[in-house]
């Protein structure tokens, strides 16, 4: 405890020794309305301070509560206006897509015919020597042949000699 609660303590147990004396309890009761009227002073002073902090706090809330409502409805207006945007530029966009869509597939085909034709050339290219070789295996061919019956023709000749 500290010296001034023990000297308060001490007080009372003086005058609650003495408690015979109406005098004495008078002066308790006068003692215990001014604690009580200073109590209630401090307690109003307190309650003042904290209701002007109540009222700062409703102040800062409601500014609060204002400025979210504010950007709300920033924000949705924004938001409005990009669908608006959107809505008007998506035909265009669709059409636009649908053109470049058209202009790719035109281009692929034409590369496509394009690819096909340098396809046939080599392919051509390639046939036509396959072609002559084919020919010229077959003139060989043929040569091989004569030979062959010339060499028969004489060795039947050589034979009936």
């Known amino acids: ?7 308060g303590n ?15 309890w008078d002066k308790k009761t006068a003692r215990a309305e001014e604690a009580c009227t200073r109590d209630h002073g401090r307690i109003e002073e307190q309650r003042a301070a904290l209701d002007e902090k109540k009222a700062e706090f409703e102040a800062k809330l ?3 509560t204002n400025m979210a409502v504010q950007r709300k409805d920033e924000f949705l207006e924004r938001m409005e206006r990009a669908v608006e945007k959107a809505e008007s530029t998506l035909e265009a966009d669709l059409a636009k897509a649908e053109e470049d869509k058209i202009a790719c597939e035109e281009e692929n085909h034409r590369k496509e015919e394009e690819m ?13 020597r396959e072609i002559a070789i084919t020919d010229e295996i077959r003139e ?6 004569k ?15």
């Open 10 to 24: 001490a007080k009372l147990e003086a005058e609650n020794a003495e408690e015979g004396d109406p005098e004495k």
């Open 147 to 161: 030979i062959n019956e010339g060499i028969a023709e004489r060795l039947q000749k050589l034979t009936e000699l």
């Open 62 to 64: 409601e500014y609060e």
């Open 116 to 128: 096909r034709g340098k396809c046939e050339a080599l392919n051509g290219a390639q046939r036509r």
């Open 140 to 145: 060989i061919a043929e040569k091989l042949l």
């Open 1 to 7: 405890m500290d010296r001034h609660e023990e000297e």
